[in-house]
């Protein structure tokens, strides 16, 4: 006996019939509705998919086995499975390119002080939740601005309408399309920025120096250093900290830095000065005499002694709030958001009790909980937290309303003001703010972007909008 296998070049059958498989379901008392694709977004795969992959090269679909599972997929109309494969390729090639672009640069820009030790090898990568690792790879560019807000959409849709969530919502298949698009050309076909290799290289020279620089080779280094963005700059510079206050540097490498650390210190942002001052304190706290010596010497050489001194109450805020926005974005956060955001009211009885050092962090963090998930069960809000977080914008005065707005502009909170549930929320948030604003101008602000809801994920390249904000806000 023989069997003629004939493949139509037309189609790849994806769209084939499951009727049976339903009706199986219903037999064993399992749920059937919105588990599997209509024939019609199965039929859309079918005669889109085959162009899209025959485009991709030869190299690419080799060992590309994540594409095979992503078409099994889709083929039996399980289209959150498929963009689970997908998104599971993206999160390891991410990893990657972490690895390639220098594990210790990557994890001084995404692990809190108190857990930095805590991380170190290629192994403790799985340790950092999925938005931890999209948000720092922004941060470093390896992966750019526009790249990281389709990757933060698709990650929600991944979490929030995946297989293991009740939901009501299904994927359609342009959608998943798109999101297949956006992950293979713009993730596991690029590569890191000029920038992100050019630090990488840096580092790299620096600590394998065995001899001390010279005047000449200081002053070539500053022309590249005035060319990095300010986020990279900060990178730097929280890596050669690092670097300076290990045990195993040698003393050539920590002369160097002693000698072109001022030149990255007078291009950083005082937030990751003040974080570094932290990083001081909390050292002496831990007994690291050692390491709290050398801290003190590489703000002493740089000139930044006024950043120090930074009593126990910033310290602890600081903690409090990494801990928040770690419960936010960990499982059952509506539950375990409150306590921590009640330990950040314990210390603030009055606006003046936030501390200006890190004013920024803790009200960017509260927003980004308040706001929400943009998903309909409870408005994607804790309930318990919801009048914690409104407490806690009812102490804030015309500057820290201006940090508000500018945290509004952020990427990790305008990239979610697209979603009706949030554009509420900071509607709510921007009613609260106005009650208790004292300039007519910022009253003016906050009641164009009332007016305004619609848009405030891009309100910012708004003309009138600029014009109102333009003695409080500096727009790129």
């Not at 998919?49 to 095979?68: D, G, Q, T, W």
């Not at 399309?177 to 630090?199: E, F």
């Not at 980004?368 to 914008?393: E, H, M, T, W």
């Amino acid at each position: 006996m023989s069997t003629d296998i004939t493949v139509k070049s037309e189609t790849v059958l994806l769209a084939t019939d499951t009727a049976k498989f339903e009706a199986y379901l219903e037999h064993l008392g399992l749920p059937t509705e919105n588990i599997i694709a209509s024939l019609s977004e199965r039929k859309n795969i079918e005669n889109n998919l085959p162009a899209f992959i025959e485009s991709l090269p030869p190299e690419v679909k080799r060992n590309a086995r994540y594409l095979s599972k992503f078409v099994a997929g889709a083929a039996i109309g399980l289209f959150d499975a498929s963009l689970n494969y997908v998104w599971n390729e993206v999160v390891l090639n991410l990893r990657e390119k972490v690895v390639v672009y220098g594990l210790d640069m990557f994890f001084d820009a995404a692990i809190g002080d108190s857990r930095r030790e805590l991380y170190s090898t290629e192994e403790d990568l799985p340790g950092l939740k999925d938005n931890k690792l999209i948000n720092t790879c922004r941060k470093l560019e390896l992966i750019s601005d526009v790249v990281y807000t389709k990757l933060n959409h698709i990650l929600t849709m991944r979490n929030d309408i995946g297989a293991s969530h009740p939901n009501v919502y299904s994927i359609n298949a342009f959608e998943l399309l798109g999101w297949l698009q956006t992950c293979v050309q713009d993730i596991l076909n690029d590569k890191p920025s000029a920038s992100a290799i050019q630090i990488k290289s840096f580092i790299e020279n620096l600590k394998r120096s065995t001899v001390v620089l010279d005047n000449a080779t200081i002053q070539s280094m500053e022309k590249p250093l005035n060319d990095l963005s300010l986020q990279n700059t900060d990178n730097l510079l929280n890596s050669i900290f690092g670097i300076y206050a290990a045990d195993a540097t040698s003393n050539v490498v920590k002369k160097n830095i002693a000698l072109f650390a001022p030149c990255i210190w007078n291009r950083s942002s005082d937030n990751i000065k003040y974080k570094l001052g932290i990083t001081i304190d909390g050292y002496k706290n831990n007994l690291h005499n050692e390491k709290h010596a050398l801290g003190v010497e590489f703000f002493a050489f740089c000139g930044g002694n006024s950043y120090q001194s930074l009593d126990s109450r910033i310290i602890a805020l600081d903690g409090h709030a990494d801990d928040l926005l770690d419960a936010r974005y960990a499982w059952d956060n509506f539950y375990n958001e409150p306590p921590h955001m009640r330990k950040i009211l314990s210390y603030l009885v009055t606006e003046n009790d936030l501390p200006v050092e890190r004013s920024q962090k803790i009200i960017k963090t509260v927003l980004i909980c308040r706001i929400g998930k943009g998903i309909s069960y409870n408005s994607g809000v804790s309930p318990a937290g919801k009048s914690l977080y409104d407490q806690f914008f009812n102490l804030l005065g015309d500057q820290n309303i201006i940090l508000t707005l500018k945290a509004m502009h952020s990427n990790e909170v305008r990239v979610c003001l697209d979603n009706k549930y949030c554009q509420d929320h900071m509607v709510s948030v921007i009613g609260i703010l106005k009650s208790n604003a004292r300039s007519e101008r910022i009253q003016e602000i906050l009641d164009y972007l009332i007016a305004n809801k619609t848009i405030l994920n891009k309100i910012h390249n708004d003309k009138r909008y600029k014009d109102l904000a333009k003695n409080h806000i500096t727009f790129d």
